[in-house]
């Protein structure tokens, strides 16, 4: 089973600084990661899909970056509506793994 | 609007059996990989089963291989999650997500419902 390791587990910014998640895998998953947003009582919601490209609706303050087993999600520059629960989640192999999430908090 | 809604989520007793179904609307949804993931109280997300669109493919986690079974009926555009033997640690908010390609059993989850909660307690 692939495992993914998401750092860290919480983020204290401010609205407008730079955020930066880390996502490692266990072994190599080529470009297969993808990145979901998660807020209180609400369902994950799709952000960026094999490394890089951003779902439907998504803002371009949100960018995927990373190949083989590293790979990083960056939110340019935070907005207040960012601040929430971020999993990532490889389609690589069975059985589908999700990271253990990096919560982004208000500094 | 593309639409899921998840029902049959309850209190169960270690044990005993649940079946959860998902509705879905606004896709074709005999095209697409249908999958159920679920959150067990402030932890995080879990994939628990896959069904290939037709229904004739289908993988499930470890965790509830032999336990839980997976379905579809396309002519009613509906998902099913059969759980039996329950565990405490199946307490969880199961969610239904629709793969966002065709063609991809392994995929990205673009559309999700809003969870059916099943606690598992005696």
């Known amino acids: 089973e692939v495992v993914l390791t998401q750092s860290p587990a919480t983020l204290s910014l401010s609205p407008g600084e730079r955020a930066t998640l880390s996502c490692r895998a266990s072994?190599?998953?080529?470009?297969?990661l993808v990145w979901y947003q998660q807020k209180p009582g609400q369902a994950p919601r799709l952000l960026i899909y094999d490394t890089f490209n951003r779902a439907t609706g998504i803002p371009a303050r949100f960018s995927g970056s990373g190949a083989g087993t590293d790979f990083t999600l960056t939110i340019s520059s935070l907005d207040p509506e960012d601040f929430a629960v971020y999993y990532c989640?490889?389609?690589?192999?069975?059985?589908?793994?999700f990271g253990g999430g990096t919560k982004v908090e208000i500094k | 609007d593309v639409q899921l809604l998840e029902s049959g989520g309850g209190v169960v007793k270690p044990g005993g059996s649940l079946r959860l179904s998902c509705a879905a609307s606004?896709?074709?949804?005999?095209?697409?990989?249908m999958n159920w993931v679920r959150q067990a109280p402030g932890k995080g997300l879990e994939w628990v089963s896959s069904?290939?669109?037709?229904?004739?493919?289908?993988w499930h986690a470890d965790s509830v291989r032999g336990r839980f079974a997976i379905s579809r009926d396309n002519s009613r555009n509906t998902l099913f999650l059969q759980m039996n033997n329950l565990r405490a640690e199946d307490t969880a908010v199961y969610y239904c997500?629709?793969?966002?390609?065709?063609?991809?059993?392994?995929?990205?989850?673009?559309?999700w419902g809003l969870g059916t909660m099943v606690t598992v307690a005696s």
């Open positions: 072994q190599s998953i080529s470009n297969y």
């Open positions: 606004g896709f074709t949804f005999s095209s697409y990989v």
């Open positions: 989640q490889q389609r690589n192999k069975w059985p589908l793994t």
């Open positions: 997500a629709k793969n966002w390609r065709e063609g991809a059993d392994q995929e990205a989850f673009d559309i």
């Open positions: 069904i290939s669109s037709s229904g004739d493919s289908a």
